[in-house]
C-alpha cells in the first residue's frame, strides 16, 4: 500500500503553472523618492508601507472551512492590493516620450541660437520670422517638457520645504520668462537654448530613475509568484488533501510533487530530490536535499518527491524576508539623497537671495550711471 502511494506521489501531475501565483503577493512601494504626483503623476509624498498580511493560521477539522474562506480572502486581498500599486511602466514611457520629443524640439533652439552661432562660427538660412524659431521651438519644449516639473513642485511650496523640483521650475520659469522679456530687449540675449537643454536633462534622469524602479518592483513580483497557491496536506492516516498555503502551520507535513514549488520552509522528512533554489539563493546548480536538510519556500522540485515538515509560514519564510529587504531598500533614502534634498532647498534660498541682491545692486548701480 505505502509503495502504491509514493508511485502515485511520483507518478501525480505538477500543478497548474496558472495556479502558481501566490496569495503573500505584497504591494511593492510608490516610486520617484521625493517627488508628487498631481493630476497623474507620480505620488510618493506619503508614507510607503507594506499592504496586507499573510493569511492567518488555522484551527484544523471544524475550523477548516473557515480557515479555507479566509485564506481565500487574503489571496484576494493581495492581488487587489498589488492592482492598486502604481504602475511604473506608465511613468517610465511618459518620460521617455517627453525626453525624445523635447530633444528634437530642441535641435532648431540650439541652431538658431545666436550665442552658439558666435561660438562655433556658423549661421543658420534666415527668412521671414525666422527669429521666431528659437523662441518657439523653446515654448513648446517648456509648456510639454517643464510643466510637469512645476506640477510635480507645487506640493513643496505648499509645505514649505522646497526641493529639488522647486529648485527646477525656479531656474526654467526665470529662463523662459527672461528670455521672453529680451525679445523685446535684446533679441541675442535671451537663455531659451539652455533652458531647453536643462529640461532635456531633467527628463532623461527622470525616465532612469522611473526604470530603476520598475525593475525593482518587477523583481518583488517576480518573487511573489514563486509561492504556490495550494499546498498537498499528509493527513495522519496518510491520505492527502490540497489546502490553501495560507492554513499550513508550524508541524504539518505536506507532499511536494516533482516540479512543484515549497509551499513552505521546512525539513525533509522522507524521499531524496534535488530542489532549484535559483530564484531564492542564485545557485544555478540543483541542490539535493534528504531527510533532515531544510527546504526554502518558493524552491522548485526535481525529480523525487519530498515529505516536509513546515518550520515557518508566511512573514517567517526565508523568500518573505527577501520581500520585506528588498521593499525596505525601496523605501529607504540613502545618506546622499538626503544630502542632496537639503542642498536643493538651500540653494533655492540662496538663489532668491542672490537675485534679490543683485537686482537691488543693479538699480543702485544703474541708478547713480556706474558703469
Known amino acids: 500500500m505505502a509503495d502504491q502511494q509514493r508511485h502515485q506521489e511520483h507518478s501525480g501531475h505538477a500543478p497548474d503553472e496558472a495556479s502558481a501565483v501566490t496569495g503573500n503577493t505584497h504591494h511593492y512601494p510608490d516610486a520617484g523618492a521625493g517627488h508628487d504626483d498631481p493630476g497623474g503623476f507620480i505620488e510618493t509624498s506619503q508614507p510607503r508601507e507594506l499592504h496586507g498580511d499573510y493569511a492567518t493560521t488555522a484551527a484544523h477539522a471544524g475550523e477548516m472551512h473557515e480557515a479555507s474562506h479566509r485564506a481565500a480572502t487574503g489571496h484576494a486581498g493581495h492581488e487587489a492590493h498589488a492592482a492598486h500599486g502604481v ?4 511613468h517610465e514611457l511618459m518620460f521617455r516620450n517627453r525626453f ?15 550665442m552658439l552661432q558666435m561660438w562655433f562660427g556658423f549661421t543658420m538660412p534666415t527668412f521671414p520670422g525666422s527669429q521666431w524659431v528659437g523662441p518657439l521651438f523653446a515654448g513648446i519644449i517648456f509648456v510639454y ?8 513642485a507645487v506640493p513643496e511650496i505648499r509645505t514649505r520645504q522646497p526641493g ?33 537643454l536643462l529640461i532635456d536633462v531633467m527628463l532623461l534622469g527622470h525616465w532612469l530613475e522611473m526604470r530603476s524602479v520598475r525593475q525593482a518592483s518587477g523583481a518583488l513580483n517576480e518573487l511573489a509568484k514563486l509561492m504556490p497557491d495550494e499546498a498537498e496536506r499528509i493527513q495522519p492516516d496518510g491520505s492527502t488533501e490540497r489546502v490553501p498555503t495560507g492554513v499550513l502551520r508550524t508541524g504539518d507535513v505536506v507532499l511536494v510533487r516533482p516540479g512543484a514549488s515549497v509551499p ?10 534535488e ?32 515529505r516536509v515538515r513546515v518550520t515557518a509560514t508566511g512573514e517567517e519564510t526565508a523568500l518573505s524576508g527577501i520581500m520585506r529587504l528588498v521593499q525596505e531598500a525601496q523605501q529607504s533614502k ?33 541708478g547713480f550711471d556706474v558703469q
Open 100 to 114: 525624445w520629443v523635447c530633444l528634437v524640439l530642441t535641435i532648431p533652439v540650439l541652431l538658431y541660437s545666436h
Open 334 to 366: 540613502s545618506a546622499t539623497q538626503v544630502l542632496a534634498d537639503r542642498a536643493a532647498g538651500w540653494l533655492f534660498y540662496i538663489a532668491l537671495a542672490v537675485a534679490i541682491i543683485t537686482a537691488i545692486a543693479w538699480t543702485v548701480a544703474t
Open 164 to 196: 529639488m523640483m522647486t529648485l527646477i521650475s525656479l531656474a526654467i520659469t526665470v529662463a523662459f520668462v527672461y528670455s521672453l522679456a529680451t525679445l523685446w530687449i535684446d533679441p541675442a540675449g535671451g537663455f531659451f537654448w539652455e533652458m531647453a
Open 87 to 90: 504602475d511604473h511602466t506608465g
Open 145 to 152: 517638457g517643464g510643466v510637469p516639473f512645476l506640477q510635480m
Open 275 to 306: 530542489v532549484n533554489e535559483a530564484m531564492i539563493t542564485g545557485e544555478s546548480k540543483p541542490v539535493k536535499k534528504e531527510p533532515g536538510v531544510k527546504v526554502i519556500a518558493g524552491t522548485v522540485n526535481g525529480d523525487g518527491s519530498l
Open 264 to 273: 513552505a520552509d521546512g525539513e525533509v522528512v522522507e524521499g531524496t530530490s
